[in-house]
């Protein structure tokens, strides 16, 4: 979504987040661009684009040790956090992207650090939702706005994934 921040890095021909994320704001679906963006130019709109558009930055923005080879225009993934833990969006284009060397030993290694302290590592692709834990991947496929994921544990290792139906009386 074409900005800087304080570290040295800034999006430069990268505009992989006006394609992959949802912005409310414009009814824009995810994975598909937002017509108001020039693939690898930035924003038609920038002094008008949504606040949604103009608050966000993609992980590999705001975190140094992430370096350019996680540069969402060459890994073709966006990386966010979200409450539960990170998301790794896959460019549509390239739905095997995260699979490819660096990228998927180091998204293992998150989900192995992450297994200690409760931090979910999902990969995004398309419509599909993978969890994935440090030994293996768990392809939910397509989740629902009303429903939500639901891991059972042993320990702190997740043994299996199901989604589950949200109850409404939760969802207000
Ligand atoms: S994905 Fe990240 S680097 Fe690329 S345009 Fe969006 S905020 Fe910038
Ligand atoms: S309004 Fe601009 S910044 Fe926001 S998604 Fe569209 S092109 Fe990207």
Partial sequence: MTSSRGNSKDCGHCTLCCKVMEIEQLRKPAHAWCPHCEPRQGCTIYRDRPRECAEF???????DSLDERWMPSKAKLVLT???DG????????????WRRAPYQAQIRKWAAS?????????????????LITPTRDFDLGEIGPDERIVRDLDGTRVVDVRVVKINPKQQS
């Fill in 57 to 63: 930055s993609c992980l590999w923005l705001l975190n």
């Fill in 81 to 83: 956090t979200s409450e």
């Fill in 86 to 97: 990170i998301e790794v969006r896959c460019d549509p284009s390239f739905p095997d992207a």
């Fill in 114 to 130: 992450g297994e200690e302290d409760d931090v979910t590592v999902i990969v995004i692709v398309g419509q599909r939702v993978i």
